[in-house]
């Protein structure tokens, strides 16, 4: 339930900040990949720490992050494909993942499973056309509907509550 | 406006994060390294691996595991080793590769084949990763050695329903048959293509006219000479239907001949069928010791196995089942690299062990392991194990360096008391005692050879208390209760997938003869029984078949042989009358 409280919390403290409609969106993209890919992994400490340093919407992170979950697990079975197919069936990256695995630090990212690294491409792949659909959809939002939700006592209600105040500290 | 890129202000709690991360980490890095230990130990191993302290010591390499358990993957309630005390050190450069380089461990107090309290095998129950799937493969291998055994408990010998759609007589009676008419048709068409009628007819009528013609008749003369000469290409034309004829036949006497083997082949089946082994000593043993002389070659087949995925030759990328987690674990793919360090590399492991740790005087033994690594090309070297001790000998190589893997093991150990097994099919307790067991085992690419052979000279019979007032348990206790010395060698060898194996034991012949005097009959009742179910199956197809054969054979030679008498006959006359008429005169 809290977990909930909190999605929507992030949902509408992401959709009605002063962040520019890119900086929302830049900051779901960030979340997808913590979504996408599973998250003990190397790369998400730097997706974290980029999601926390860059100014982007951290609120908007955290609802990407959540909203992706369940779409990385349903999705598991194509990237663990994708992973294969890159790792093993094709020969002419063969050299390159060589190299990486027989490099320092390199291998602690995981890259040699063949979810993390399908879950990563996809996620990067996904990236820009999440990036102009998320843009495009708080755009389109802000214009329409947003400012009547603005006023409603549910949205009062939510964003009066501690937990939004607490990350209003990383809103853009 | 100048837009922002980076929120300076998060640097601090970011930061601060790290540290709580870093010191969380510093704070359960042991407790994470003896769980990672565990789930990846039982993983490899199929069995569960249980620490209960381990230590890491990163500044001087060094890793501390103390109370060690492996579970026996084959046995659910036995260890396959406990130790005490292991030290490992470790190269700490090669981790930032997540490479794991060990100098040296140094292990104490290592026992095997102690009890647990919980079922500690994993690929067993669950038959999941490479353990699971290397687990299955050799059960599989194992089942093809199981030998039908006497069914003693009710003294019958059952036989399971006969299928008539695996008898291969009644699809060879039915091709036989369609053969006969097919040649039936044939040689019909061939003797209907001789065209003998017309020849005969104006032989016949030739032979009329000569019979009134005089000497100086000279047409009828030559008309004679040249009905002479057409009966002679017909009797021709008639010797090699003939030999077509002959030919068909033979090959339709060799598919009679053939529907007699494909009968004694049904037999054959229908005997496999009876649940009971042939009678003759050797066959006896295979049955008697078989079951458990094929589970030693089983389980070093089972680590063999296990090794040669988990240490595969060259240096092509190799796919591993992935780390278990909420999400897919996937595959771990390694890229071993020339000139590199191997993914895992123990270069020495120095082994102190106990055998009979239970015994007022436990026997204290050593070894050593060189060589263990997940990359044998990169390492360049086999891997080796030696063990000795009082009344002990072991040694193991997996070479797996080249190509072609080579695995070789071999075991002697003396005064090792075996437990008791009931002997099976045979209403008999054995108890081995302290006997000296040796095993050798080489498995050459997918070659396999092994010996194994338990000799003991202080061996104890238990007779079954059901089988007290059995005349079939009495026959065979009489004869077996008093041999004290077992002498029994198991010999495999052969291509991987289909093994020869042969068991023999002092106790064979004494067995065999017993089981014969008391079975024979009943074996030869059996036997005649399934020879009669197989008649009755096969009897109504192949009768009218061998009938049919019989008929077209008899039927073509009959036509044949009286065409050819006609032929023969008309000649004669004809020849005959023409010496009447000339005397003895040849005219141009």
Known sequence: MFTLIKL???LFGALHSEGTEGQLAAGIVLGSFLGLTPLVNLHNAVIFAALVLLNVSFAGGMLGWALFVPFGFLLDPLFDWIGHTLLLDVPALTPLWTSLYNTPIVPLTNFNNTVVLGSFVFALLFAVPLFLLTRWAVVRYRVTVGERVKQSRFYKAITASKAYNVYKMFQP | MKVKIFRWRAVGPLLLLFVIAGILWWLFADTIARRESQKV?????????????LHLDLRHGKVLIGGLTIASPHEAFKNLLQADELVADIDVVPLTEKKLIINRIAANGLRFGTPRATDGRVAAT????????VLAETREWASQFQIPVLQLATGKLSIDSLDPRRLSTIPAATALGARADSSRRAWQTGFDSLHLGPTLDSASAALDRLKRARATDLATINEARQTIDRLKRARDRVTTLDRNVKTGVSQLQAGLAGLDSARQRDYAFARSLLKFPSLDAPEIGAAVFGPGAIKPFERVLYYAQLARRYMPPGLLPRAATGPSRARRAGEDVRFPKERSMPAFLLRSAELSFLLHPASAQPQRYAGRLTGLTSDPALYGRPTAFEASGPQLAAGALANHVRAIPVDTAGASVGGVTLPAFQVPGVPLTLDPGAATTQLGFTLNGDTIRGRFAIRSTNVRWTRDSGFTNSTIGSLIWSAVSGISNLD?????????HHPDLAVRSNLDQAIASRLRAVLGEQ????????????????NDKVGPVRARVTEVQNQAQAQ???QRTRIDELQKGLEQRLRQLLGGVRLP
């Open chain 2, 126 to 133: 669950s038959g999941d990763g490479i353990a699971g799937r």
């Open chain 2, 41 to 53: 130990g039982t993983q490899i191993l199929g069995a569960r691996v249980e620490i209960q302290k």
């Open chain 1, 8 to 10: 929507i919390q992030s």
């Open chain 2, 560 to 562: 044949i042989a009286q």
């Open chain 2, 488 to 496: 029994v060698e198991a010999r495999l060898s052969g291509p991987l």
């Open chain 2, 523 to 538: 074996v030869a009742a059996a036997e005649k029984q399934i020879h009669d179910r197989v008649d009755a199956l096969i």
